[in-house]
């Protein structure tokens, strides 16, 4: 009987009884790879999906990419972005493709009507098909093949698909993503993610480690210096421009507003969620931390996820309860309506981290 990685972590009542139960792990690590926090397993093995992003995008950046292009702190963040498609994104997108030379027509990640419901309505009115620029991964298919254009126009000559597993851009992007892991590429499960490009699996200890590192890349000299120059414009990028990484209302948009430079937020579909707290983020000479969060089921509501983070959060201390209070319509203690708008019942997170020391 295999025993499950998951266990109990958020509970959504009927009226006082327990109807619905969601099952998640949490890692919480320092960058020099300490595992500070935990519940559930922290070696348990599931794909990022969007929350890998700050990672693909790396290699473009360790090669010059901002430099080369001229691009600005809102279209590295749009390259890591998981958004909303509304017609600012559209613009950033397609700023992005002015200076690199790609195409809308190049992207390879299908088409979906724009998660801000406002803009999806707009379309719907104006009897308006959407196209890839409102794909919420328009941002990071865009850099990878401006990656392409500058480093490896040899493979775009060649026809091979620049979201192929064994185009250079891919290998180079999971050489880097393993690289922040510590771990090798032959340690990484790989499968396609829903815009189609390589998503990687790996245990969360190991992925918060890579958001520990993103926030700390100089720590202990691990990486190269090029490789640490660009973990900074990422992290910083995504910090100033939270609207690009998500969008109005948007959970990881919000909370780094609220955390103003010292927490960096980024989802992932099937109840995935990274978070990188930089160092001082929990007071003076406190380092950087690596947070990452499973709920098992995939989080169909998308609720828990945030509310678990939430909760994470507040245990580490790493936001104030007033804080907490402006994040309040995402958790940690939802309440739960039916279509009337009558209160039926509440979700609550039911974890304590286990802590190292």
């Not at 493709?97 to 309505?121: F, I, R, S």
């Not at 196209?131 to 480093?151: D, I, P, Y």
């Not at 180079?172 to 590429?185: D, H, V, W």
Request: aromatic share 6%.
């Amino acid at each position: 009987m295999t025993t499950s990685p998951y266990q109990p972590i958020y509970e959504l009542t009927r009226g006082e009884t327990v109807e619905s139960i969601h099952c998640g792990a949490v890692a919480v690590v320092e960058a020099r790879g300490r595992l500070v926090a935990w519940y559930g397993n922290p070696d348990a093995i599931t794909f990022l999906r969007s929350t890998a992003k700050p990672f693909q995008a790396l290699p473009f950046i360790t090669h010059g990419g901002q430099d080369y292009y001229e691009l600005t702190p809102r279209e590295i963040a749009l390259m890591c972005a998981s958004h909303s498609g509304t017609d600012e994104h559209v613009a950033v997108a397609q700023s992005i493709q002015n200076k690199t030379g790609v195409t809308e027509a190049d992207l390879m990640c299908g088409t979906h009507y724009p998660m801000h419901e406002p803009t999806a309505t707009a379309l719907r009115t104006r009897d308006e098909k959407p196209t890839s620029n409102r794909h919420n991964c328009s941002g990071k298919h865009t850099g990878m093949l401006a990656f392409e254009r500058m480093v490896y126009p040899d493979a775009l000559q060649a026809s091979l698909p620049y979201i192929d597993f064994s185009h250079p851009v891919q290998e180079e992007i999971l050489q880097a993503f393993t690289e922040m892991c510590a771990l090798q590429p032959s340690q990484v499960a790989l499968g396609v993610d829903g815009c189609s490009a390589p998503n990687f699996a790996v245990p969360l200890r190991n992925a918060a480690l890579a958001y520990a590192r993103l926030c700390d890349p100089g720590i202990g000299g691990v990486l190269p210096q090029e490789r640490a120059d660009a973990c900074r414009t990422i992290a910083q990028a995504m910090m100033a421009c939270p609207d690009m990484v998500g969008g109005p209302d948007r959970f990881d948009t919000l909370l780094m507003e609220i955390g103003q430079g010292r927490i960096l937020a980024k989802g992932g579909a099937e109840g995935y969620q990274g978070i990188g707290l930089m160092p001082g983020a929990l007071g003076e000479g406190s380092p950087a931390l690596g947070i990452t969060i499973k709920i098992g089921d995939g989080d169909a509501r998308d609720k828990a996820a945030s509310a678990v983070t939430l909760e994470v959060l507040r245990q580490l201390q790493a936001l104030s309860p007033q804080e907490i209070e402006e994040l309040s319509e995402f958790g940690p203690v939802l309440p739960l309506y039916n279509w009337r708008k009558v209160q039926t019942g509440q979700g609550y997170p039911t974890f304590t981290l286990h802590r190292a020391d």
